[in-house]
């Protein structure tokens, strides 16, 4: 049954960035279709992945007596974003009892191997996972209750 799902060739090291980044995007793309991954938890591994790769990033640069740019190191803003913030939704500790912390630990394995195997450069995955963020960001909050926070990210065609 393997044999018929096609095998994607991991960069070496050596490989172009673009390929890459796209090898990642084929990774993520291909896992949260497969598992219709709730916007939830998709956004709280993005969030790791973004904070630990900006902190990364902004120490590096401050040691060489530079900064980040805000592309990088803040998140995108939100499209449409009103002044409505004071939607009222289930309490917090209710949506942290039904992650699935398992689901989570896979698409977080699946990120930090694709970036390792690959020797990505931390400024390529940052901005990689800051569309994703986005993304995700924007679908959050377009949600009107926790039945939507626990509905699978919508994955635009062109993704």
């Given amino acids: 049954m393997t044999e018929d799902l096609p095998r994607i060739a991991i960069p070496g090291p050596e490989a172009d960035s673009t390929e890459k980044m796209v090898f990642l995007q084929e ?15 998709v956004s709280l591994v993005f ?6 790769l900006t902190e990364a ?3 590096q640069a401050e040691s060489e007596g530079e900064t980040l740019p805000d592309i990088l190191s803040q998140p995108w803003p939100v499209l449409g974003e009103n002044e409505d913030s004071e ?19 896979i698409l977080d394995t699946i990120l930090r191997s694709s970036m390792v ?3 990505m450069p931390l400024v390529d995955a940052l901005m990689q996972l800051r ?7 924007n679908q959050l909050s377009d949600s009107q209750g926790a039945g939507q926070l626990f ?3 919508e994955i ?3 993704w």
Avoid: C
């Fill in 87 to 105: 939607k009222k939704g289930p309490p917090l500790e209710t949506v942290l009892e039904n992650l699935d912390d398992d689901r989570m630990d």
């Fill in 131 to 137: 569309q994703w963020e986005h993304l995700a960001r």
């Fill in 57 to 59: 990033l902004t120490i």
């Fill in 117 to 119: 195997a690959t020797e």
């Fill in 47 to 52: 969030s790791k992945y973004t904070r630990q």
């Fill in 156 to 158: 635009p065609e062109e």
């Fill in 151 to 153: 509905s699978p990210l």
């Fill in 27 to 41: 990774q993520i793309v291909n896992f949260l279709r497969q598992y219709s991954m709730p916007l939830i938890e």
